[in-house]
């Protein structure tokens, strides 16, 4: 017994550590050395290849492509047909998979469907993205980012709720009852 469930369309290359629970449906492809951790739900037509990690409980809906270069912590959300890139000035007839960039997705984002990634970006913890954004700069903490290019618009808190900060930099999730602070132009989630 593996511990995970592949559908018998699926197609995962040797080399894979696929942790216990993990769910991958049809015609997806995990590719040689990919590390995918715990009650992982990889969607249907999903392409993850080599040397991906994805951590615990990542949510990846279907038709995503994850290139190498990508990791994605724990609790990461990639929605339908969003999609990461891996060189900055691709090229048909230049071989050049000894320039690949990293991208991390830090623990708890969320990345809206058909959203693009661009290279080299880091996403904050908690971060949402919008359906169709386009990311050409690093996101930060607790961000929401939407358009073509990216562009924040406000805080959202760890639940994915808008964040309305007082005068004194604090706000209170409308879920969680959890607070944050809003200070030097960076969210927190705030402490006692």
């Not at 990345?111 to 913890?125: F, P």
């Not at 930060?140 to 309305?164: C, D, M, T």
């Not at 900060?165 to 959890?178: L, M, R, V």
């Amino acid at each position: 017994m593996s511990g995970y469930f592949a559908h018998e369309t699926s197609v995962i290359d040797s080399g894979c550590a696929i942790g216990e629970g993990t769910k991958i449906w049809h015609f997806s492809h995990i590719m040689p050395d990919c590390v995918i951790g715990e009650r992982c739900n990889i969607g249907q037509n999903v392409v993850v290849s080599p040397g991906v990690k994805l951590g615990n409980n990542v949510k990846v809906q279907n038709n995503v492509s994850i290139y190498t270069g990508v990791i994605c912590e724990d609790d990461v959300f990639l929605g339908p047909s969003m999609v990461f890139t891996n060189i900055s000035n691709p090229r048909s007839a230049i071989i050049r998979r000894d320039q690949y960039e990293e991208t991390l997705v830090k623990k708890g984002a969320s990345i809206g469907a058909n959203a693009t990634v661009v290279c080299g970006n880091s996403i904050g913890e908690y971060a949402l993205i919008g359906a169709g954004a386009v990311i050409t700069k690093e996101v930060l903490p607790f961000a929401l980012v939407v358009g073509n290019p990216a562009k924040q618009i406000g805080w959202v808190s760890e639940y994915g709720h808008r964040l309305h900060f007082d005068e004194t930099g604090i706000a209170i999730c409308p879920e969680s009852n959890d607070k944050y602070k809003l200070e030097n132009g960076k969210v927190s989630k705030f402490v006692l």
